[in-house]
């Protein structure tokens, strides 16, 4: 059973930042990849970032390359997304999810995981 709690969305206009932050325990947080995804009304669920915790490696998608960052505290267990310059397309529900034993350039494009490895979400709004 993962512990995945997601808070920190809201709305912003155009430009503006966020911080998301996803809660883990120390099960779903340890040596793991965790990711942020993101879903626009509409639109299939996209892998946005991924965190490996075991060092920190981050891997971004193109969508959000230079403007998101992931981070992690590995005392609190938690990993948080920077979001800045947003846009309205960033516009959408964001997951926090535990995204399997180990990340890598490729693993931006593996099937997302399964039921059950999933936080509530947080919703994020972004005004033109």
């Known amino acids: 059973q993962v512990q995945l709690d997601e808070s920190g969305g809201g709305s912003v206009q155009a430009g503006g930042s966020l911080r998301l932050t996803c809660t883990t325990d120390?099960?779903?947080?340890?040596?793991?990849?965790l990711g942020w995804f993101r879903q626009a009304t509409g639109k299939e669920r996209e892998r946005v970032v991924q965190?490996?915790?075991?060092?920190?490696?981050?891997f971004y998608s193109d969508s959000v390359k230079g403007r998101f960052t992931i981070s992690q505290d590995s005392a609190m267990k938690r990993v948080y997304l920077q979001m800045n310059d947003l846009k309205p397309e960033d516009s959408a529900m964001y997951y926090c999810?535990?995204?399997?034993?180990?990340?890598?350039?490729?693993?931006?494009?593996?099937?997302?995981?399964?039921?059950?490895?999933w936080g509530q979400g947080t919703q994020v709004n972004v005004s033109s």
């Open positions: 999810a535990a995204d399997g034993l180990w990340c890598s350039s490729t693993s931006l494009l593996r099937d997302l995981p399964r039921a059950g490895r």
């Open positions: 965190i490996y915790t075991a060092g920190g490696k981050t």
């Open positions: 120390r099960v779903t947080f340890g040596a793991n990849c």
